[in-house]
């Protein structure tokens, strides 16, 4: 629905540079959790634990080196000269050289008036009604974004291969030996923050790439909700997780390959039924062979997120910006039945398997609290649907609706009119 007033859009206005807050915060994060970590291997290495110090060492080092590689394919850093920038990189402090580039870049914006790049058009969704806003995007702002892109990526990148594995190794290691140090305890927390902010930022990509010609702009209020949601529904996961390893270690290994390699190749599966092409827009200078290995890293980042949380998105390989546009109920439906359904079997076999490691520990109640988490959680992403996503009046449905047609078994008499996602060519967000 177009305004009521019609007309022309306005004049374009001159965008302002916006404080990098989620690069610092970012790159905070990384660098914390860097630090925890050194200080937690040093403990492994006076106690000689070496396979612990292994492992957590792996789980620093591993996304780092991921996350060097991001950075610099974002910013096409190859093709440049700029030594200093690759030598941090190699160092693995490329996040807080990107960091001070961000800040100078903000500080200096403002200063002196630039020509703009482009002019960028954006609709916003306000009281039922559709604004189109212009706005000019200098050089400044346009280098912020491109940092933003990156950083956001990254977030990602740490928290589910390097936060999530870290978080479950270092709470298996503490239900083992019973005993929670300092220094791994600052490193769960300062680890759990980083997940769940990577899974905020994945809610926030994903409604930026499905609703690309849109401003959007999440309330606090669905902030908070987003942030309820995604810290109990992974919290919940790694607990049931890290219980049943203690009880069947051999038997964690093939479950959690099972949940891996079943999302990474489902989507290789669907594009090879389509009979499509591969998408040619990741990197002009990619050959063949190049695309196929980023997009495998990309469908090995897709499976390791929704093995602890809904990825938010649908990959679909044939589509030129790599996901699946539609609102999906059913997919989001079953996903979170059958993992509701394979945590509450998971806890449920570590309940009547248990060790005498549990005999101080309410074990009931804790398979209790444990499943009603994981239900709370999904009751915070119901409630974030139907009444806080900011683009909820262009659903077709919403959660209501489909709760209703399950439930009643039976379709609605007709469907209502909303607003659609237009498909006019502009400014595009890419997942990639």
Not at 170 to 189: D, H, N
Request: proline residues 5%.
């Amino acid at each position: 629905m177009d305004a009521p007033s019609g007309g022309c859009p306005p004049a374009a206005a001159p965008s302002r540079a916006k404080l990098p807050l989620g690069i610092v915060f970012s790159t905070a994060l990384f660098c914390g959790e860097g630090a925890a970590a050194a200080v937690l291997c040093l403990s492994y290495g006076h106690s000689d634990d070496r396979f612990w110090l292994a492992l957590t060492v792996f789980f620093v080092l591993c996304p780092s080196v991921l996350v060097q590689l991001t950075l610099i394919f974002v910013h096409r850093d190859l093709s440049r000269d700029r030594p200093l920038v690759l030598l941090m990189h190699l160092l693995q402090l490329g996040p807080i050289i990107r960091c001070v580039e961000a800040l100078v870049v903000y500080c200096w914006s403002g200063r002196e008036e630039e020509p703009y790049v482009t002019i960028t058009r954006k609709r916003r969704l306000r009281q039922g009604y559709e604004l189109e806003l212009e706005q000019e995007v200098g050089h400044s702002e346009r280098r912020l974004a491109t940092h933003r892109n990156a950083f956001k990526r990254m977030a990602v990148i740490q928290a589910f291969l390097g936060s999530t594995p870290q978080l479950t190794l270092q709470l298996y290691i503490s239900v083992l030996e019973k005993y929670v140090p300092a220094a791994r305890a600052v490193l769960m927390a300062i680890c759990l923050v980083s997940v769940t902010y990577g899974a905020l930022v994945c809610n926030i990509l994903a409604i930026q790439v499905k609703y690309d010609d849109y401003k959007v702009q999440l309330r606090p209020l669905a902030f908070l909700c987003i942030v309820l949601w995604r810290s109990l529904e992974i919290s919940t996961r790694i607990a049931v997780l890290v219980l049943f390893s203690t009880v069947f270690k051999h038997w964690i290994i093939p479950i959690a390959l099972a949940n891996l390699l079943v999302v990474f190749f489902l989507p290789w599966v669907q594009f090879w039924r389509s009979g499509s092409r591969l998408p040619d827009n990741i990197e002009k200078n990619f050959s063949r062979l190049g695309t196929v290995v980023v997009l495998c890293a990309f469908t090995l980042l897709y499976s390791s997120i929704n093995m602890f949380c809904w990825s938010a998105v649908q990959l679909k390989l044939a589509d030129r910006d790599l996901i699946d546009k539609s609102q999906n109920w059913g997919r989001l439906a079953v996903y979170y039945v059958a993992r509701l359904a394979e945590n509450t079997a998971l806890v449920i076999l570590w309940y009547f398997f248990k060790t005498d490691v549990y005999e101080n520990v309410c074990t009931a109640l804790l398979v209790l609290q444990l499943l009603l988490g994981y239900c709370l959680g999904i009751y915070f992403m119901l409630l974030f649907f139907q009444y806080l996503h900011p683009c909820r009046q262009l659903f077709r449905h919403n959660v209501a609706d489909f709760l209703h047609c399950v439930c009643c078994r039976r379709l609605p008499a007709e469907t209502p009119l909303f607003l659609e996602a237009p498909s006019e060519p502009g400014v595009r967000h890419s997942i990639v």
